[in-house]
T-cell receptor, first 112, second 116 residues
């Protein structure tokens, strides 16, 4: 059973702070990793994807990947109340399985 | 770019009726589309993978005769919930994978189904 683990939260951070969201996965052969944001009652929205070890930055978001540790994270700089949502980590399964496995999500609350 | 639409956005039906949900990729072609279901405060659950021109692949525990999937073109997949019952009430979300991309999935806005 391939798994993706996330802390359910809520992770509460003050406005302007850095929010750090973490994810571990069990499929050692996975090569593609994704972060989605889901507001309550809405569908997931793609934030970033990362394929290579290291950091990938896009605006206020930075994804970090460490395949050896089977760990992927998302940093949100200068957090805003509008960032309050559930963040889903997704991993593309290896071995020819044509699908993503999602974590249960971490709920982020940014308070003014 | 990478816009996926779903129709209807919400539907209420009586128990025993069938409901069809459409998923369209508006600005890209998708050989593969995915159907998910999400119950309140739970994570996404993949129901099936829809492949253009071939039969869908269903996840374990998902009844293929109850959840009929058709992927007739590179931009359209449909999910039909047959003989719906109150326990089928859920948020159904499709996603599409861009033919030019390896693994990235783009989600539609979802369809909220309520079965009375």
């Amino acid at each position: 059973q391939k798994e993706v683990e996330q802390n359910s939260g809520p992770l509460s951070v003050p406005e302007g702070a850095i929010a750090s969201l973490n994810c571990t996965y069990s499929d050692r052969g996975s090569q593609s990793f994704f972060w989605y944001r889901q507001y309550s009652g809405k569908s997931p929205e793609l934030i970033m994807f990362i394929y290579s070890n290291g950091d990938k930055e896009d605006g206020r978001f930075t994804a970090q990947l460490n395949k050896a540790s089977q760990y992927v994270s998302l940093l949100i700089r200068d957090s805003q109340p509008s960032d309050s949502a559930t963040y889903l980590c997704a991993v593309h399964l290896s071995g020819g399985y044509n699908k993503l496995i999602f974590g249960a999500g971490t709920r982020l609350a940014v308070h003014p | 770019g990478a816009v996926v639409s779903q129709h209807p956005s919400w539907v209420i039906c009586k128990s025993g009726t069938s409901v069809k949900i459409e998923c369209r990729s508006l600005d890209f072609q998708a050989t593969t589309m995915f159907w998910y279901r999400q119950f309140p405060k739970q994570s996404l659950m993949l129901m099936a993978t829809s492949n253009e021109g071939s039969k869908a692949t269903y996840e374990q525990g998902v009844e293929k005769d109850k959840f009929l999937i058709n992927h007739a073109s590179l931009t359209l997949s449909t999910l039909t919930v047959t003989s719906a019952h109150p326990e089928d009430s859920s948020f159904y979300i499709c996603s599409a994978r861009d033919i030019r991309s390896t693994d990235t999935q783009y989600f539609g806005p979802g369809t909220r189904l309520t079965v009375l």
